[in-house]
C-alpha cells in the first residue's frame, strides 16, 4: 500500500533549465496538490488538479510554471527556465475526494528538493 | 480568503512537559481544520483532523486539538512531550466552499532534555 511516492528526492538545475518533478498519488486517489515550500515560509498552495484537468491553479507563478495529470501517470510539474529563486521543496499531496466534500485530509509525499545553481 | 496563523515560530519546552501550539484561522464557512507534523527532509503526516461533531479531537501520537468557533481557534495539545516530538508542526484550513486546503506557516518545536 504504496504512499504519495514523488521524484527525484533531489534535483539540481543549472539557471536556465528545466526541471521536471514528478508525483504519483496514492492508489484510488484522484485529486492532486502541489505545494512549495521555503525556509520558515510554510507551505505555499500551487496548484490544484483531478485527471486531467487543472481545478484551481491560483498558487501558480503565470511564466515558467506548469502542471499537468494525465489520463495515465504520474502528475507532473514543470518549471521552465529556472532561477535561483526556484531553489525550495516542493511537495505533492493526493486525496481520494474533493477536500471541500467531506473534508478528505491530504496525504503528503516526501517532496523534491530542488537546488538551482 | 481563507488563512491561518501559527503565531509561534519556534517553541521550546523540557522533555515531560505538557505543550500547547496555537493555530488561529479565517475562513467564511464551517472550517475543516489539520494538524501535521513534519520530520527533517520529510513530507507532513497528518496528526488529526476536525470535521464536525466534538470540539476536542483526539490524534495520533498523544495529541489533540480543541476547535474553539468564537476564538477562530484550534490548538493542538499534549500532556507530556517526548524527545521525538521534536519537528515542525503545521496548521491547515480547508472547506467545503473550497477545495484549497492553506497552510500556517508552521511552529517548529524544540525539546529540552
Known amino acids: 500500500n504504496a504512499g504519495v511516492m514523488q521524484n527525484p528526492r533531489h534535483l539540481v538545475r543549472r539557471r536556465g533549465q528545466e526541471a521536471r518533478l514528478r508525483c504519483s498519488p496514492m492508489k484510488g486517489h484522484s485529486h492532486v496538490y502541489w505545494y512549495r515550500q521555503l525556509p520558515e515560509e510554510g507551505l505555499k498552495f500551487m496548484v490544484y488538479l483531478q485527471k486531467e484537468n487543472i481545478i484551481d491553479e491560483s498558487g501558480m507563478p503565470k511564466e515558467r510554471f506548469s502542471a499537468e495529470f494525465p489520463k495515465e501517470g504520474p502528475s507532473i510539474l514543470r518549471i521552465q527556465q529556472v532561477v535561483r529563486g526556484d531553489s525550495a521543496a516542493y511537495f505533492c499531496a493526493s486525496s481520494p475526494t474533493r477536500p471541500g466534500t467531506g473534508g478528505s485530509p491530504l496525504h503528503f509525499g516526501n517532496g523534491t528538493r530542488l537546488t538551482v545553481t | 480568503a481563507q488563512s491561518v496563523t501559527q503565531p509561534d515560530i519556534h517553541i521550546t519546552v523540557s522533555e515531560g512537559a505538557s505543550l500547547e501550539l496555537r493555530c488561529n484561522y479565517s475562513y467564511g464557512a464551517t472550517p475543516y481544520l489539520f494538524w501535521y507534523v513534519q520530520s527533517p527532509g520529510q513530507g507532513l503526516q497528518l496528526l488529526l483532523k476536525?470535521?464536525?461533531?466534538?470540539?476536542l479531537v483526539q490524534g495520533i501520537k498523544g495529541f489533540e486539538a480543541e476547535f474553539k468557533r468564537s476564538q477562530s481557534s484550534f490548538n493542538l495539545r499534549k500532556p507530556s512531550v517526548h524527545w521525538s516530538d521534536a519537528a515542525e508542526y503545521f496548521c491547515?484550513?480547508?472547506?467545503?466552499?473550497?477545495?484549497?486546503?492553506?497552510f500556517g506557516k508552521g511552529t517548529r518545536l524544540h525539546i529540552l532534555p
Open positions: 476536525y470535521f464536525s461533531g466534538d470540539t
Open positions: 491547515a484550513v480547508g472547506g467545503n466552499r473550497d477545495d484549497k486546503i492553506i
